[in-house]
């Protein structure tokens, strides 16, 4: 009986993906949180909806629109990380989402993804930098920069572009 719930979600969100592509984002954001709602323990439906909704929002020219779709991305990314509280990649995301307009708020899933995440791999410590340095704690920044750097070699030699500060990118078959 469990699988029913799972196998809708799974229908119901590829729906929801079909209709973004026609360009029915609110039949989408209403398909992915049905979704959502019907596998609360999930995470990958409220995180594939974020990121989702994050293409979207980048893709429109009107301000108001690309903001009102970046917070109902930031929605979702809360209800992943609600459905998964210890998982480093949708901490990161949501600190990745919250960092332009919500820098406070931003800084908690930093701080998480710093202590949960494999830092060989990831620029955690770079996002926390970034967080600090916009609130004027440049102390702060400084250190999270030099963290990133010794756990991070090569982030020493990179070019800081915006790939950098971008959601990781999750693969899902829904």
Request: proline share 6%; hydrophobic share 45%; aromatic share 10%.
């Amino acid at each position: 009986m469990i699988w029913l719930p799972i196998d809708a979600a799974t229908a119901i969100s590829a729906k929801a993906t079909r209709q973004a592509i026609a360009g029915d984002f609110a039949g989408a954001d209403r398909s992915w949180s049905l979704a959502a709602q019907l596998v609360p323990w999930d995470p990958i439906y409220p995180a594939a909806a974020g990121q989702k909704l994050i293409q979207i929002a980048a893709t429109t020219d009107n301000p108001e629109n690309e903001l009102a779709i970046e917070n109902e991305a930031i929605e979702h990314y809360r209800k992943a990380v609600k459905a998964a509280p210890y998982d480093a990649f949708f901490q990161h995301n949501l600190a990745v989402i919250l960092l332009p307009h919500h820098l406070e708020e931003a800084l908690v899933p930093a701080t998480r993804s710093v202590n949960l995440e494999n830092r060989d791999t990831s620029y955690t410590y770079y996002i926390l930098g970034l967080g600090y340095l916009n609130g004027g704690e440049i102390e702060k920044a400084i250190d999270s920069f030099v963290l990133q750097g010794i756990n991070t070699p090569k982030f020493r030699s990179e070019e800081h572009t915006s790939e950098l500060q971008s959601p990781y990118v999750i693969s899902y078959a829904v």
